[in-house]
């Protein structure tokens, strides 16, 4: 993409706003020039009757064939491998109004770059030539690692997938491990692209069998076409494992054995029966054309990701952090966004930072980003998320924005060319906001911080709405929980995929402009327990776990805690700097505290949550963050009186917090 048109796409995507569809399109038409102007000039030749336009992309051969007359919204197949063979569901199909499409990635085995040749030819396809959002994928023999590896990659792009005697696990066809006759010159070569050693292959797992949870989620229907014979992809090694398990995983899925006819090449050929029948399979799952809502109006680049891409292209290497909740914690989207940038940037060697811990929002992050993030690495790209558990927890608008501002202000601290990632993800009291016409605090102020440090911004949680008000799915039965099923983690991922392929200008390092908030914090870290003086009643546990076996969260059980069950329990804490909280485990048994800061206003606070009968649940507590600057001391004591609901007294202090 040449200059001018980056940063004309990265204006107009400022602007851009979920109810604007009209700059959406001139955004899209902005981006796509370069796409068209990247492409050799079209050739127009025949096949069987229909025009075929042949053009380079990427150094390599592709083509597309027209029908006379498309069905409304050019619903089309993708050939993923031989595609002058059995090509009589082919010309059915274009007779019926489809296009047929095909790159030439043969000598590639699905590796990861191929996927990235698919994912432009795609992008080339559906943006500039106006192809069906959804297509239906076609892979016969080897095509199958093709057609199920882009498919596991893109599952909101796949109508449904035909698969013709596939190859499923590259270690029964070209390795031959199993029972099949595998073909070592090309085991040799598809080792060689790998990379691999004989013992490496053996493990290799990024294979049409596994990984299907996302694509069965979608719903995405496919067909096997197997011949019972067949001694190079035997249908016990591949179609039949692979069945199993997208029909464990809830996918749809039929298989046909072709039993009439020559069968050829030790069973691996053989003719297709009724080939209008898997014609009309693939029309009746891509007609009428299904058009998602466009990933785009959810996306504001601000100054992008520039630094960070350069970054990775200029020196090889690249630290990318994820700061969240359990969202960024479970498997799922942060997953996939790792193997996109790997994907992506496949020259590039990666340190991911996996910093999500469950119940824990922005006022945490805060707090923890120097040892749970900077001490694993200097992040040249940083994902945060914390509008659900900010909800969740209670944080007021004002906490929410002192928290992201410091969380930014450390990261630019530590490295002034940093890119970030703002993520407001989706919850029900959210898709509540919007049916109310109100903007989620939440998501409103990830977005404003984000403008205000010229972070990127996705906002998910309208995403999420939009597209259950258009009736693409369901939060009860598709997205499920705000902790997402497979299918909701796709979305996540598919966008922030959207966003990463998005390119912009370096910025150089990033001028920070004033606090959003004096009380900012930008200082916020993390305090020994053996800081606490003149303890009476509290011990330290130097390996706590508990003696209810109630769930507890990563980083919060076998460390040392400052605990004590006993009401008059107190405690000084002297620190030095504008704001002291404490972070604790509040159980079952969880009690009151009373404290001063400098023997002043007195104040009571209740340490039980409304998950403290289920879950040690890590709950932070900034107890002052307006102090002048300089020395303070914070005298706690655990109450008599306790929560009605709680078993107990107890206080548990994990970390002591200190915004300086």
């Given at each position: 993409m040449c200059p001018a048109v980056k940063r004309a796409g990265n204006v107009l995507l400022k602007t851009m706003k979920t109810?604007?569809?009209?700059?959406?399109?001139?955004?899209?038409?902005?981006?796509?020039?370069?796409?068209?102007?990247?492409?050799?000039?079209?050739?127009?030749?025949?096949?069987?009757?229909?025009?075929?336009?042949?053009?380079?992309?990427?150094?390599?051969?592709?083509?597309?064939?027209?029908?006379?007359?498309?069905?409304?919204?050019?619903?089309?197949?993708?050939?993923?491998?031989?595609?002058?063979?059995?090509?009589?569901?082919?010309?059915?199909?274009?007779?019926?109004?489809?296009?047929?499409?095909?790159?030439?990635?043969?000598?590639?085995?699905?590796?990861?770059?191929?996927?990235?040749?698919?994912?432009?030819?795609?992008?080339?396809l559906v943006k500039e030539k106006h192809f069906a959002p959804?297509?239906?994928?076609?892979?016969?023999?080897?095509?199958?690692?093709?057609?199920?590896?882009?498919?596991?990659?893109?599952?909101?792009?796949?109508?449904?997938?035909?698969?013709?005697?596939?190859?499923?696990?590259?270690?029964s066809w070209p390795g031959g491990k199993g029972k099949g006759k595998g073909s070592p010159k090309d085991w040799?070569?598809?080792?060689?692209?790998?990379?691999?050693?004989?013992?490496?292959?053996?493990?290799?797992?990024?294979?049409?069998?596994?990984?299907?949870?996302?694509?069965?989620?979608?719903?995405?229907?496919?067909?096997?076409?197997?011949?019972?014979?067949?001694?190079?992809?035997?249908?016990?090694?591949?179609?039949?494992?692979?069945?199993?398990?997208?029909?464990a995983l809830g996918g749809p899925v039929s298989v046909y054995p072709m039993t009439r006819g020559e069968q050829t090449l030790e069973g691996h050929h053989f003719p297709i029966e009724h080939p209008e029948f898997f014609a009309n399979f693939i029309e009746e799952n891509s007609v009428p054309v299904q058009k998602p809502l466009p990933h785009l109006p959810y996306i504001t680049l601000n100054s992008g990701l520039g630094n960070a891409f350069e970054k990775f292209r200029t020196t090889k290497k690249g630290v990318v952090a994820f700061l969240g909740g359990s969202i960024t914690h479970n498997p799922g989207w942060r997953d996939k966004t790792a193997q996109y940038l790997r994907e992506h940037f496949p020259d590039t060697e990666f340190t991911f930072i996996a910093a999500g811990i469950p119940s824990l929002g922005s006022t945490p992050h805060s707090m923890r980003f120097s040892r749970d993030v900077l001490a694993n690495g200097t992040p040249d790209l940083l994902f945060v998320e914390a509008a659900v558990n900010d909800r969740g927890n209670g944080f007021n608008e004002k906490a929410q924005i002192r928290a992201l501002?410091?969380?930014?202000?450390?990261?630019?601290?530590?490295?002034?060319?940093?890119?970030?990632?703002?993520?407001?993800?989706?919850?029900?009291?959210?898709?509540?906001?919007?049916?109310?016409?109100?903007?989620?605090?939440?998501?409103?102020?990830?977005?404003?911080?984000?403008?205000?440090?010229?972070?990127?911004?996705?906002?998910?949680?309208?995403?999420?709405?939009?597209?259950?008000?258009?009736?693409?799915?369901?939060?009860k039965y598709d997205f499920k929980d705000l902790h997402p099923s497979p299918y909701g983690q796709e979305i996540y991922a598919q966008t922030i995929k959207e966003m990463l392929k998005m390119e912009s200008p370096a910025t150089g390092d990033v001028k920070l402009p004033a606090p959003m908030d004096r009380f900012s914090y930008e200082k916020g870290s993390y305090h020994k327990l053996e800081e606490a003086k003149n303890l009476?009643?509290?011990?330290?546990?130097?390996?706590?776990?508990?003696?209810?076996?109630?769930?507890?969260?990563?980083?919060?059980?076998?460390?040392?805690?400052?605990?004590?069950?006993?009401?008059?329990?107190?405690?000084?804490?002297?620190?030095?700097?504008?704001?002291?909280?404490?972070?604790?485990?509040?159980g079952p048994d969880a009690g009151k505290i009373t404290y001063t800061i400098d023997g002043k206003n007195s104040k009571t606070l209740d340490t039980y949550t409304p998950w403290s009968n289920q879950l040690h649940l890590p709950w932070y507590l900034m107890l002052a963050d307006e102090l002048s600057a300089g020395k303070h001391k914070l005298h706690l004591t655990i109450a008599g009186e306790k929560n009605e609901k709680s078993e107990g007294n107890a206080l548990r202090v994990v970390h002591f917090l200190v915004n300086e």
């Open positions: 109810k604007r569809p009209a700059l959406l399109l001139i955004a899209l038409f902005a981006l796509s020039i370069a796409h068209i102007s990247a492409q050799t000039t079209e050739k127009t030749t025949q096949w069987k009757g229909f025009e075929k336009v042949e053009f380079t992309f990427q150094d390599r051969n592709a083509w597309y064939v027209k029908p006379k007359k498309a069905i409304e919204g050019n619903p089309w197949v993708w050939r993923a491998h031989f595609p002058t063979w059995h090509t009589d569901m082919d010309s059915i199909l274009l007779t019926r109004g489809f296009h047929v499409a095909y790159v030439n990635t043969n000598d590639m085995f699905a590796h990861p770059k191929a996927m990235q040749v698919w994912d432009a030819f795609y992008d080339y959804k297509v239906a994928l076609e892979g016969v023999s080897r095509g199958g690692l093709y057609v199920y590896g882009w498919a596991k990659r893109n599952p909101d792009k796949v109508s449904c997938i035909y698969a013709e005697a596939p190859v499923a696990d590259p270690k040799e070569a598809w080792k060689k692209l790998f990379n691999m050693t004989e013992e490496q292959a053996a493990s290799f797992n990024d294979i049409p069998l596994n990984d299907l949870a996302g694509l069965a989620s979608y719903k995405v229907p496919i067909i096997h076409v197997v011949g019972l014979k067949d001694e190079h992809a035997p249908v016990a090694e591949n179609t039949d494992l692979l069945v199993k398990n997208y029909l501002d410091g969380i930014l202000r450390q990261m630019y601290a530590a490295n002034a060319k940093a890119n970030v990632v703002m993520m407001a993800f989706a919850e029900p009291k959210k898709n509540d906001d919007y049916d109310a016409g109100k903007e989620p605090v939440e998501v409103g102020v990830h977005e404003r911080v984000a403008k205000h440090y010229g972070a990127v911004y996705i906002n998910l949680a309208r995403e999420v709405y939009d597209r259950i008000k258009a009736g693409e799915f369901t939060w009476k009643g509290f011990t330290i546990d130097p390996d706590w776990k508990p003696k209810v076996k109630f769930q507890t969260r990563p980083g919060f059980v076998n460390v040392p805690m400052l605990v004590s069950e006993a009401a008059g329990s107190s405690l000084d804490f002297e620190f030095k700097g504008r704001g002291v909280g404490i972070a604790i485990i509040s």
